[in-house]
């Protein structure tokens, strides 16, 4: 018997069938490197072996909010590159937004199926099956997976119910294999770091570094990012870390420079040893010399007792001096002796001082304007920039705004014992389509206001702060009339509620707090399609 007619029948030869085929679809991923080399073996196997023809893949792009097509059956690869749906956008958006499988038993009776096929007939769609499948990781629903068959027989609605059982289980082997390369890249991002400092010479000499149980370096960085530019960030930490030179750190106010102050002490051979942090900005300049280099007792009034400076507390570590271009030129004279002779005096006292400490500076100052205007020493400038390193601005690294909102959303739900499953697609528009001048702080800033905002889980586009959806701040004026704005969103309030009870127009209006008249009035005069919405594992189209 052949594994197409296996598939038609029940019982022990289906079920030889099945794990034959998954047993080959787990060789396949195993085979390959990359998870996207695999998809096209995948589906050419399961139009072999099990008759499901036109197979997509598709998997969330984080960038983007979107949703990928990796893999698709008869599809350019241009057409692929440009392939995407919206969360929400058709029976794949919806079924990625659910998280509910969908199967639609007659493709020639769908309109939407048949404007889509470009050299299939109606006669050629007939009897035709659609099945389409949620792909879940770690619980989060990260991709779908598509195909058709066509049925012959009797008991179709018990073969349906089997393929779409078996395309849950490949999706399942799908979700394992794009989890097991995520933790292969993540582990090898960090034996590469990890292997470059263990070469890199006297790196823990006089020292016992600090172990986990596996016997690696312990802990992780608190840094956040995957775009190219974070990537070349990366590399310079882990190239200037283990050395004891002079780090100037540049980027906007908010892009994340005191985090890698501590991941540049945290890699370094001081790490054993204390980092002080000294904002310059925060400390008034009558006694911020004090606060520094210390003072003896009767130095000036209020001085009643030695004081030791945070160079001579940071001795044998590192101090991080934060906005060091608001330092007088007062400071900065006595700054670069410290830095020239490596030694200091208390403020009223005629000892010196010796002192062992890494500096790293940061500003989010032009440090070169201020030289050339004057209101910063050369000198000094030189001193500190020994080794630069500029951290990019938020709306530079589109690519990790997703990222660090995921991350956000996480951290402040469990801060405020919420439970935050996802971020609406509006809220991803706006998050990846805003300028962020306060940069990874107000993301952060903002993301915490959403989470004790929300109400039902979810992260909505009306939970941010306004200024994310101003026309100033988008640089966008207003292209429609309130009635129409309200109208919209009364559209999109209905669709997502119908969308959540899967059609029923009863519950929906219960969840919204209105009559079944109102509702149904409402759907009418918005043109929505409720029974598009009748979705789930025993229903069929």
């Keep these: 018997m052949s594994f197409e007619n296996a598939f038609e029948q029940e019982g022990p030869d289906r079920e030889r069938a099945e794990l034959e085929l998954l047993f080959d679809i787990v060789r396949t991923f195993d085979k390959h490197v990359e998870l996207k080399a695999a998809l096209g073996p995948l589906l050419l196997l399961l139009e072999l072996r099990a008759d499901l023809t036109w197979g997509m893949v598709t998997l969330l792009d ?25 969360l929400g956008e058709g029976l794949v958006g919806r079924v990625f937004e659910s998280g509910i499988s969908v199967t639609v038993p007659d493709l020639s009776k769908e309109t939407h199926f048949l404007n889509r096929a470009k050299t299939r007939t109606r006669e050629d769609m007939e009897g035709l099956t659609y099945y389409c499948v949620p792909i879940r ?106 050395s004891d030179a002079t780090v100037l750190i540049t980027g906007e106010s908010g892009t994340g420079k005191e985090l890698v102050a501590a991941e540049l002490h945290r890699l370094s051979r001081r790490s054993s040893s204390v980092l002080i942090k000294v904002n310059c900005a925060a400390l008034p300049e009558s006694i911020i010399e004090s606060e520094l280099f210390g003072h003896e007792k009767g130095a000036f009034t209020g001085a009643l007792a030695q004081r030791k400076g945070r160079f001579e507390l940071a001795q044998g570590g590192t101090l991080f001096l ?94 405020n014992n919420k439970l935050i499953k996802r971020i609406s697609s509006p809220a991803i528009e706006l998050l990846t389509s805003y300028s962020w001048p306060g940069n990874v702080r107000e993301l952060e800033n903002c993301i915490e206001r959403a989470v004790i905002l929300s109400t039902d889980r979810v992260i909505h586009s009306y939970n941010l702060p306004p200024s994310l959806q101003s026309p100033a701040s988008t640089h966008t004026g207003p292209t429609t009339t309130l009635e129409a704005a309200l109208s919209r969103l009364e559209k999109e309030l209905i669709v997502e509620a119908l969308a959540i009870n899967c059609g029923n127009m009863a519950a929906a209006a219960r969840q919204l707090g209105i009559t079944d008249r109102q509702i149904g009035l409402r759907v009418h005069h918005y043109g929505i399609n409720w029974k598009s919405f009748r979705i789930g594992k025993a229903t069929y189209w």
Excluded at 62 to 85: M, N, V
């Design 62 to 86: 984080r960038s983007t909010g979107l949703l990928k097509i990796e893999e698709a059956y008869g599809l350019t690869p241009e057409e692929k590159a440009r392939g995407q749906y919206r």
């Design 137 to 242: 990781s770690g619980g989060a629903v990260i991709g779908t997976l598509s195909a058709e068959r066509r049925i012959r027989g009797e008991n179709t609605e018990l073969q349906m119910s089997r393929d779409r059982a078996f395309l849950e289980k490949v999706s399942e082997i799908i979700a394992d294999s794009a989890k097991l390369r995520e933790r292969i890249m993540e582990e090898q991002f960090r034996f590469h770091r990890e292997g470059y400092l263990a070469g890199m010479p006297n790196l823990g000499k006089g020292r016992e570094q600090p172990k986990d149980q596996g016997g690696r370096i312990a802990g992780g960085s608190s840094i956040i990012g995957t775009s190219r530019l974070m990537r070349g960030v990366y590399e310079m930490i882990m190239q200037v870390a283990p």
């Design 322 to 415: 934060d906005e060091i271009g608001e330092l007088s030129p007062q400071i900065q004279v006595k700054l670069l002796r410290v830095l020239q002779e490596r030694e200091l005096e208390r403020v009223g006292g005629s000892g010196v001082i010796k002192v062992d400490v890494r500096l790293i500076a940061a500003t989010n100052r032009n440090l070169e304007s201020e030289v050339r205007s004057g209101r910063f020493r050369e000198d000094l400038y030189y001193r500190l920039n020994v080794f630069p390193l500029h951290i990019p601005p938020l709306r530079e690294r589109k690519s990790d705004i997703m990222l660090l909102a995921d991350h956000f959303a996480e951290k402040y739900a469990e801060k």
